[in-house]
Each structure stands twice: as structure tokens, then as C-alpha cells.
């Protein structure tokens, strides 16, 4: 719908390129205007072209409102009527013949006509979570992994090649903290008043590991020192840890491609490739008895040493290799998801894969603000299991995984986001994710009524093939659509496809989260005013089409964020 109104605008533009002396045509930008009394679409095109025309915005539109009106008076198309609003605007009003047959389309097509292909089949890595391996995941981690995942299942939609990446940092002091830690409740467990280091992890997850090695070995390493075992203790620690985060993300419905762990790098010697390789480039130089990477020749702030005087590498070394195989591994473009407090690290990455040939477009990096848990306006207690946080396991076992994943995808990934978990388990309009659900469920039992009385024949809440024709043998019935909040909802579902395009494009899920919303509030609205099985079975017809087309762009929303579509609540 929206390419269709960009060609006659195109059109309009060619007609003038000559009289104006262009060279090329502009970007064609077209807005949802928020006021539905200002038109279905709205272009800027004429302010765009302010500076090069050197004339007033208004002068231009109003010529290309001149050439528009050529083009759509009296001739079949999408567009009904143009107005030229404020400074120079341009909005369009869509013909009422024009929003049924795309509706019929949208019917009949289903989820291949609210997809845009701008991928094309380009490889993108999108790595997130990557949690330490020292604990169990929090809710900050869990913002992190619904927005990661709902950004992959977009791209992959957008016909991208995705690939989920866990990164493992397994090879830093951390997770030695954690083998410490385990190996000193170990020794308490057998009786050793053995003393806890100082900064150790002290969640009640530490003793189940230390457990879970008595039960194997027993008292092998009681008269031990940790110098002796503590590659044993640091390894069944890390990995049993790992493989309870792993249960965790499987039980909130997602599943990585690949886990990478940093350790290998090292044991493949990829960290000594990557550093040879910026070596060989003259960006490595000696200082002060260290190595330094010059970042500052690609934007950096200042160098970062990359070897210390010691002659180990630096935390930066290993994320040298690991940005340098994501390269080598042949993607198009990378995207991290890291937490806020990684903010200072982005310049420093961005000048490594600017050292590799990366363009800084095809690098990206999306933070993930801070989540407040509350309970009815109060901040929720710590954790016993983790000790210092409430795990993201303890929430969705008591909220479930499709309301934390879409409360987590109510804000911009950039914004702090408050979670009220008693709110999470209301089923009513103040819970999000149940006012879109329900919306879905309120159709699929309404097509359950029509069944029992007999009409509107292909409308069943599990969709077959046969449907198809159904809905087509009926679709001459769409004129019957003349209500406002007809035409509304309407041209809410047609604007699904730019709403899926523009979270593509700018990697932000939350605004098909803000779409279905929106959807869902005017479907309920409706059904409230409107009556949809009447005695009027050509009605009846007409307004079931429109309730399944809603239910086609709801769970085509809702699977791009993780999240179920149930048909019975």
C-alpha cells in the first residue's frame, strides 16, 4: 500500500524534474500522520527539497499537489484526495474501493502480504545475553534475551539469514571467582571452617554446585589446596552454570545458534591471529613495555592496550579475536546487545572493526536499560537463589514467558522499564499482553459462534487451506465495511507492513509491541459498538473477514515477538 502511493508521488516528482533542473529524484518519505483527521499518509518530500529548490516548502508542495491531482483525478488508483497541511505537507486519503481490495488481499494472501523482503538474504549475527557464566540470569538479562530474540525472528521475517549468538566469557577472573567461591562452601560442606573469598559469589546456586561435586567426588579434594583443583572446581562450576542458563533461555522460548566461548579463541590461538593481523596493518605499536592498539585513528577516545607489561592479553584482546571471526565468519552486518553499562566500550569496538574493513554502518550496538521490578508499586525483594537480584527464572515461573517477554518489549530497549509483576498476572486491559491475547481469543471464539449457528462458512479458529476459497467466495461482501471504525481498523492493519519494515530497519521490536496495542484496543472498541453475527448474513460475512484479518496481523505480531496467540483464554 504504501509502494503504491510512493510511485505516484514518484511520477508527480518526474514530471517536475526538468522545469526544477534536478538531477536525481529525492528520498520519498511517507508518514502515518497521528491525527487520522489529517489523512491515511503524509509525505515531506517538499520540505526535503527546500534547500536544493531554494524556495519556500509550501511553493513546492503546492506544485506537486498541482502535478498530483493530474495524475489521480478522475482515474482509477489508490488515492481518493490530496491536501497540502502546515508548512508543507502532504497528505493523501486513501479511496474506500481501494482499502477493500487490499483487505481481500490480505485475506487471501495472509502472512506473505505483511512481510517486506528488504534482507535479501544478508547475514546477520545478532549476539546477546552472553552473561557471565558465575549465576543464574536476571531480569536484566531477560529484557536483553526477549528483545534479541524478537529482533532475530524480525530480521529472519524480513528475508535477513540470521544467525543467535552466545558469547562465553569463560576464560577471566570471574569465573575463576565463581571455582573459588564453590570450592570454599565445598570445603565448609565437609566440615573445613574454610574462609570465603572476599568478593565471592554467595547465592544459594554456589552450594548446589558444591553439593553436586560431593555427590560425585566425594572428599578427593578436601586436603587440597584450590592451586591443585581449582581448574577442576572453576570448570564444573562455569559449565553447570552454563547449562542451567541455557534451561533457562529454552524455557522462555529461546534457542541460540551458536555458543562461543572465549576460551577457545585462546586455544585455537585466533586472540595471536587477530593481533598479528592488526600487527601487519601498523596499527599495533610498543609503549611502556606494553602493546597498544591505535583506536584513536578510527574514532576512539584514546589507545587501548591490548598486551600488558606482563605479557597477558587484556580482556580487549579477546574481544579483538572475537569481532575479527564474526568478520572471517562472512556476515554482512553485526549487532551486539549489551547491557547500559557497556555504553564507554562502543567506540572501542567500532574502531576494531574499522581496523578490519568494516563499514560503521554494518556495526551495531543496542542497549538494554535497567528493569525495575516491583510488586503493586513496591521494589520486589532480592533473591535467595542469586543473592543479590531476582532471577529471571523466579519471575516467568510466576508470570509466565509470553507476559514477561512482551512486558519487557512495552519500551525502547534504551529505556529504564518498570515491571510490576502483580499487574503481569492481572487479566484485564492493564495487563498488555492479555488486552492483545484476549483480542485473539474474543475473534476465535466469536468464529466458534458462527459455526454453531451456521454461517459465515471458512471461518474456523484453526485456519485450513480450504478457508482460502471461503474467504474469497465471500470477499464481494467487503463493500458492506462502512463504518468509521471499519475504515479504521482497515487501515491499522494495512499499515502493519511499514510498522514491520521500520523495526526491521531500526532494530526496534517494541514497535510492533506498540502496534498490536493500539490494534487490539480498536478491535475491542468495535466489537463493543458493533455487532458482528447479525441476521444480515452478507454483514455477518463482511464483518467476519475483517475480524479474521485482524487475527491474521495479531498473531503475525505477536510471533515476531516470541509470544503465543491462544484461541481460548
Same mark, same amino acid.
Given at each position: 500500500?504504501?509502494?503504491? @502511493?510512493?510511485?505516484?508521488?514518484?511520477?508527480?516528482?518526474?514530471?517536475?524534474?526538468?522545469?526544477?533542473?534536478?538531477?536525481?529524484?529525492? #528520498?520519498?518519505?511517507?508518514?502515518?500522520?497521528?491525527?487520522?483527521?489529517?489523512?491515511?499518509?503524509?509525505?515531506?518530500?517538499?520540505?526535503?527539497?527546500?534547500?536544493?529548490?531554494? !524556495?519556500?516548502?509550501?511553493?513546492?508542495?503546492?506544485?506537486?499537489?498541482?502535478?498530483?491531482? $493530474?495524475?489521480?483525478?478522475?482515474?482509477?488508483?489508490?488515492?481518493?484526495?490530496?491536501?497540502?497541511?502546515?508548512?508543507?505537507?502532504?497528505? +493523501?486519503?486513501?479511496?474506500?474501493?481501494?482499502?477493500?481490495?487490499?483487505?481481500?488481499?490480505?485475506?487471501?494472501?495472509?502472512?506473505?502480504?505483511?512481510?517486506?523482503?528488504?534482507?535479501?538474504?544478508?547475514?546477520?549475527?545478532?549476539?546477546? @545475553?552472553?552473561?557471565?557464566?558465575?549465576?543464574?540470569?536476571? @531480569?536484566?538479562?531477560?529484557?536483553?534475551?526477549?528483545?534479541?530474540?524478537?529482533?532475530?525472528?524480525? %530480521?529472519?521475517?524480513?528475508?535477513?539469514?540470521?544467525?543467535?549468538?552466545?558469547?562465553?566469557?569463560?576464560?577471566?577472573?570471574?569465573? !575463576?571467582?565463581?571455582?573459588?567461591?564453590?570450592?570454599?562452601?565445598?570445603? *565448609?560442606?565437609?566440615?573445613?571452617?574454610?574462609?570465603?573469598?572476599?568478593?565471592?559469589?554467595?547465592?544459594?546456586?554456589?552450594?548446589?554446585?558444591?553439593?553436586?561435586?560431593?555427590?560425585?567426588?566425594?572428599?578427593?579434594?578436601?586436603?587440597?589446596? +584450590?592451586?591443585?583443583?581449582?581448574?577442576?572446581?572453576?570448570?564444573?562450576?562455569? !559449565?553447570?552454570?552454563?547449562?542451567?542458563?541455557?534451561?533457562?533461555?529454552?524455557?522462555?522460548?529461546?534457542?541460540?545458534?551458536?555458543?562461543?566461548?572465549?576460551?577457545?579463541?585462546?586455544?585455537?590461538?585466533?586472540?595471536?591471529?587477530?593481533?598479528?593481523?592488526? *600487527?601487519?596493518?601498523?596499527?599495533?605499536?610498543?609503549?611502556?613495555?606494553?602493546?597498544?592498539?591505535?583506536?584513536?585513528?578510527?574514532?576512539?577516545?584514546? #589507545?587501548?592496550?591490548?598486551?600488558?607489561?606482563?605479557?597477558?592479553?587484556?580482556?580487549?584482546?579477546? #574481544?579483538?579475536?572475537?569481532?575479527?571471526?564474526?568478520?572471517?565468519?562472512?556476515?554482512?552486518?553485526?549487532?551486539?546487545?549489551?547491557?547500559?553499562?557497556?555504553?564507554?566500550?562502543?567506540?572501542?569496538?567500532?574502531?576494531?572493526?574499522?581496523?578490519?574493513?568494516?563499514?560503521?554502518?554494518?556495526?551495531?550496538?543496542?542497549?538494554? *536499560?535497567?528493569?525495575?521490578?516491583?510488586?503493586?508499586?513496591?521494589?520486589?525483594?532480592?533473591?535467595?537463589?542469586?543473592?543479590?537480584?531476582?532471577?529471571?527464572?523466579?519471575?516467568?515461573?510466576?508470570?509466565?514467558?509470553?507476559?514477561?517477554?512482551?512486558?519487557?518489549?512495552?519500551?525502547?530497549?534504551?529505556?529504564?522499564?518498570?515491571?510490576?509483576?502483580?499487574?503481569?498476572?492481572?487479566?484485564?486491559?492493564?495487563?498488555?499482553?492479555?488486552?492483545?491475547?484476549?483480542?485473539?481469543?474474543?475473534?476465535?471464539?466469536?468464529?466458534?459462534?458462527?459455526?454453531?449457528?451456521?454461517?459465515?462458512?471458512?471461518?474456523?479458529?484453526?485456519?485450513?487451506?480450504? #478457508?482460502?476459497?471461503?474467504?474469497?467466495?465471500?470477499?464481494?461482501?467487503?463493500?458492506?465495511?462502512?463504518?468509521?471504525?471499519?475504515?479504521?481498523?482497515?487501515?491499522?492493519?494495512?499499515?502493519?507492513?511499514?510498522?514491520?519494515?521500520?523495526?526491521?530497519?531500526? $532494530?526496534?521490536?517494541?514497535?510492533?509491541?506498540?502496534?498490536?496495542?493500539?490494534?487490539?484496543?480498536?478491535?475491542?472498541?468495535?466489537?463493543?459498538?458493533?455487532?458482528?453475527?447479525?441476521?444480515?448474513?452478507?454483514?455477518?460475512?463482511?464483518?467476519? $473477514?475483517? $475480524?479474521?484479518?485482524?487475527?491474521?496481523? %495479531?498473531?503475525?505480531?505477536?510471533?515476531?515477538?516470541?509470544?503465543?496467540?491462544?484461541?481460548?483464554?
Amino acid at each position: 500500500m504504501k509502494q503504491e @502511493v510512493v510511485e505516484i508521488i514518484k511520477k508527480a516528482l518526474e514530471n517536475l524534474q526538468e522545469r526544477w533542473g534536478l538531477e536525481g529524484l529525492p #528520498d520519498i518519505d511517507i508518514e502515518i500522520p497521528k491525527n487520522e483527521s489529517m489523512g491515511d499518509f503524509a509525505t515531506t518530500v517538499a520540505m526535503g527539497l527546500t534547500k536544493i529548490l531554494k !524556495k519556500p516548502p509550501k511553493k513546492i508542495a503546492e506544485e506537486i499537489f498541482a502535478e498530483l491531482n $493530474c495524475l489521480i483525478v478522475g482515474k482509477p488508483g489508490p488515492i481518493e484526495s490530496v491536501e497540502i497541511a502546515g508548512p508543507g505537507f502532504i497528505n +493523501f486519503r486513501l479511496r474506500k474501493v481501494f482499502l477493500h481490495a487490499k483487505l481481500e488481499q490480505l485475506l487471501s494472501e495472509e502472512h506473505s502480504s505483511v512481510r517486506t523482503d528488504i534482507g535479501e538474504g544478508r547475514k546477520v549475527q545478532v549476539e546477546f @545475553v552472553s552473561a557471565n557464566p558465575t549465576g543464574p540470569l536476571h @531480569v536484566g538479562h531477560g529484557r536483553g534475551a526477549a528483545v534479541g530474540n524478537a529482533l532475530c525472528n524480525i %530480521l529472519q521475517a524480513a528475508g535477513f539469514e540470521v544467525q543467535r549468538e552466545f558469547y562465553i566469557n569463560d576464560a577471566g577472573l570471574q569465573v !575463576k571467582l565463581l571455582g573459588e567461591s564453590v570450592f570454599a562452601r565445598y570445603l *565448609q560442606l565437609l566440615g573445613n571452617d574454610a574462609p570465603f573469598p572476599e568478593d565471592g559469589y554467595k547465592g544459594d546456586y554456589v552450594e548446589l554446585i558444591a553439593e553436586e561435586i560431593i555427590k560425585r567426588a566425594g572428599e578427593e579434594y578436601l586436603n587440597k589446596s +584450590f592451586e591443585e583443583c581449582g581448574e577442576f572446581f572453576t570448570n564444573y562450576a562455569y !559449565k553447570m552454570m552454563l547449562t542451567d542458563i541455557a534451561k533457562d533461555l529454552k524455557d522462555f522460548g529461546i534457542v541460540f545458534d551458536r555458543w562461543q566461548s572465549e576460551k577457545e579463541l585462546y586455544e585455537k590461538e585466533k586472540v595471536e591471529s587477530a593481533l598479528t593481523a592488526l *600487527q601487519q596493518k601498523g596499527y599495533l605499536y610498543e609503549k611502556d613495555g606494553a602493546t597498544w592498539f591505535s583506536s584513536t585513528s578510527f574514532g576512539d577516545d584514546k #589507545d587501548r592496550v591490548v598486551v600488558k607489561q606482563t605479557g597477558d592479553y587484556t580482556y580487549f584482546a579477546s #574481544d579483538i579475536a572475537y569481532h575479527k571471526d564474526k568478520l572471517d565468519r562472512g556476515f554482512d552486518t553485526i549487532i551486539n546487545i549489551w547491557g547500559a553499562d557497556h555504553h564507554g566500550y562502543i567506540p572501542r569496538l567500532k574502531s576494531v572493526l574499522g581496523a578490519f574493513g568494516l563499514p560503521k554502518e554494518k556495526f551495531r550496538v543496542i542497549l538494554i *536499560q535497567m528493569v525495575a521490578l516491583l510488586r503493586r508499586g513496591e521494589t520486589v525483594q532480592m533473591s535467595k537463589r542469586a543473592g543479590e537480584f531476582v532471577t529471571l527464572r523466579e519471575v516467568v515461573d510466576e508470570v509466565g514467558a509470553d507476559i514477561t517477554k512482551f512486558i519487557f518489549l512495552t519500551r525502547r530497549a534504551d529505556s529504564q522499564l518498570e515491571f510490576d509483576i502483580e499487574v503481569a498476572k492481572e487479566q484485564s486491559a492493564e495487563n498488555p499482553v492479555f488486552y492483545v491475547q484476549y483480542a485473539f481469543a474474543r475473534i476465535s471464539s466469536i468464529f466458534r459462534q458462527a459455526m454453531e449457528r451456521g454461517v459465515g462458512a471458512g471461518f474456523k479458529p484453526a485456519r485450513t487451506e480450504e #478457508d482460502v476459497g471461503a474467504i474469497r467466495r465471500i470477499a464481494q461482501d467487503l463493500a458492506l465495511l462502512k463504518e468509521d471504525e471499519e475504515f479504521s481498523i482497515i487501515k491499522k492493519l494495512l499499515q502493519y507492513p511499514m510498522v514491520f519494515e521500520g523495526a526491521a530497519v531500526s $532494530c526496534e521490536p517494541h514497535r510492533i509491541t506498540y502496534y498490536l496495542q493500539e490494534l487490539a484496543g480498536m478491535f475491542h472498541s468495535y466489537y463493543n459498538k458493533h455487532r458482528v453475527i447479525s441476521d444480515d448474513s452478507n454483514l455477518t460475512n463482511a464483518r467476519l $473477514c475483517l $475480524c479474521k484479518a485482524v487475527q491474521i496481523v %495479531l498473531k503475525e505480531g505477536l510471533s515476531m515477538l516470541g509470544v503465543s496467540a491462544p484461541e481460548r483464554m
